[in-house]
């Protein structure tokens, strides 16, 4: 028998195996469902809940998936069975604060096997040392000291940015026009990607792989994860040879350590004196061009859409934003300072993000067996918090389907009742980064228009993030005043 058609042998019977294994254990959870466990459905074999979860994301309250389960079967804990695997989701801020406080101890961040396979060397697929080392080294360019230098250019590339899409329109659709704009920034910002043409091509793969990301990782022709892979392949190539063009360039003194992320990752070591390989830096830079526009984009087309559809809060924005305006010289750039002063504008920002989560969730393995609430969570399970069972419930969030920007006010929501960046070591690593850049845009929009929304009643599914199914369409109204 020749090698390679043992190769072939040995790999169809190694799948064979591990495909039987997965069956087994499927209809071992389904048919003799430990005791121990939270109670729950883990639904379908292989698919479990997916589908309900999805078809959820395109109801008019998508929190109703966790928030119906709750109340069937435990409003501290309940198990399901999403994107192939077992899960059990963690409720209210209990549930919330247990997961963040115990990193590292009885959990560890997970995400789908699709991201992992789409982002292979990156953080997401970083645990323990490595990745606090690996995250450390990113952090330098999204700490404090790098967003104040960012403000600015952030308020230049806004401004430019209006003029070009916004300014001489009477109308506008808002998402694809916002989500340009947030991956222009990102792209500039991490990696001096400036070319229009390059940021086209790329914007135009990143489309296609935001479709597939959180999906069932089935590479075959037709399916999304098949498109997604073909989308993050072509991006990674492009993102490869600019990083060995940036390479180039810092040999030769052209660029600057200090220019970009691009340059750091290149050029610095981790605590070990370890380079992070070419790999590396490409699925990282993938990561937070990813995590930095998609959510973003989200969050300022819903902001939008409040402030189109509350006329009171649109004016004390404004007056917020005029008075600050008027503080500074004609022609001078937003500061870091300004951007402090920006507190009802954040709070509006908080509530749209409470009424209209940019994610729906995240996601922990349990790294031990724990006792959680009275049941046992075995190892190797995968344990998901989201916002939905919290930032709808009146218990937290008086008239919770009210838009109350005050809440924030004072002492605000209650400890982890309130998460949208999620908590604890693992938070989301754009946090800082998204409040500049969406109150940047804000200050900018508001002071040159009004706008009326074109569809009033337009639906917004999650795929996988809040996106209007019709783009959200605006009619423009040019203030008299810019100041």
């Given amino acids: 028998m020749s090698s390679s058609l043992y190769d072939h042998l040995l790999l169809i019977g190694t799948l064979s195996l591990l495909s039987l294994y997965f069956v087994i254990k499927t209809f071992k959870e389904r048919l003799f469902p430990n005791p121990h466990l939270p109670p729950g459905s883990l639904g379908w074999p292989l698919i479990g809940e997916s589908l309900e979860f999805l078809r959820s994301g395109h109801s008019p309250q998508p929190e109703r998936f966790t928030r119906d389960r ?41 995400w789908p096997r699709s991201v992992k396979k789409l982002l292979e060397s990156s953080l997401v697929n970083a645990v323990g040392d490595e990745a606090k080392k690996m995250k450390r080294m990113i952090m330098t360019s999204l700490d404090q000291d790098a967003l104040k230098r960012y403000v600015g250019r952030m308020d230049l590339a806004t401004q430019h940015h209006i003029r070009k899409h916004w300014e001489g329109k009477e109308e506008v659709k808002v998402y ?3 989500n340009l704009y947030t ?6 910002l991490f990696a001096s990607i400036d070319d229009p043409i390059q940021v086209s091509k790329l ?21 999304r994860f098949y498109s997604a892979s073909k989308a993050a392949n072509e991006i990674k190539k492009e993102l490869r040879l600019i990083a060995r063009q940036r390479r180039d360039a810092l040999d030769k003194k052209i660029a600057s350590a200090g220019q970009d ?31 930095s526009h998609d959510t973003t984009t989200s969050v300022i087309t819903c902001v939008i859409k409040y402030l189109a ?26 500061k870091w300072e300004d951007i402090q002063k920006m507190r009802y504008s954040w709070n509006v920002v908080y ?3 409470r009424l209209m989560p940019p994610i729906r969730g995240a996601f922990r393995e349990a790294i031990v067996d724990f006792t959680y609430a009275g049941y046992t969570i075995p190892k190797g399970w995968k344990l998901c918090w989201t916002p939905a ?46 409040r500049p850049q969406i109150l940047v845009f804000l200050h900018t929009i508001v002071k040159r228009f009004k706008w009326d929304l074109l569809i009033p009643d337009e639906k917004i599914p999650y795929d996988p993030m809040p996106a209007p199914s019709q783009g959200l369409p605006v009619r423009l109204q040019p203030r008299q005043s810019s100041a």
């Fill in 389 to 434: 069972s919290t930032t709808k419930d009146p218990g937290f969030f008086p008239n919770a389907e009210d838009f109350v920007a005050s809440r924030y006010e004072g002492a605000g929501p209650a400890p982890y009742s309130f998460v949208p960046f999620g908590g604890g070591p693992r938070i989301c690593m754009g946090n800082e980064y998204a």
């Fill in 70 to 110: 709750m109340e069937k079967y435990n409003p501290q804990v309940f198990k399901t069975s999403l994107l192939g695997e077992s899960m059990a989701v963690f409720c209210g801020p209990a549930g919330n604060k247990f997961l963040f406080s115990n990193e590292n101890k009885l959990v560890n961040l997970w």
């Fill in 351 to 353: 509530e749209v993000l």
């Fill in 261 to 291: 992320l691009l340059s750091h990752l290149l050029l610095s070591t981790d605590a070990g004196g370890r380079f992070l390989s070419e790999s590396e830096i490409v699925d990282n830079l993938l990561l937070l061009l990813f995590a």
């Fill in 309 to 334: 559809e509350l006329p009171e809060v649109f004016e004390m924005v404004l007056r917020e934003q005029l008075d600050i305006a008027k503080s500074k010289e004609a022609g001078e750039l937003l």
């Fill in 176 to 178: 694809p026009t916002v």
């Fill in 203 to 223: 914007a135009h793969q990143f489309h296609i792989f935001l479709k597939g990301v959180i999906h069932f990782p089935i590479n075959i022709p037709g399916t």
């Fill in 183 to 188: 991956f222009e920034l990102s792209c500039h």
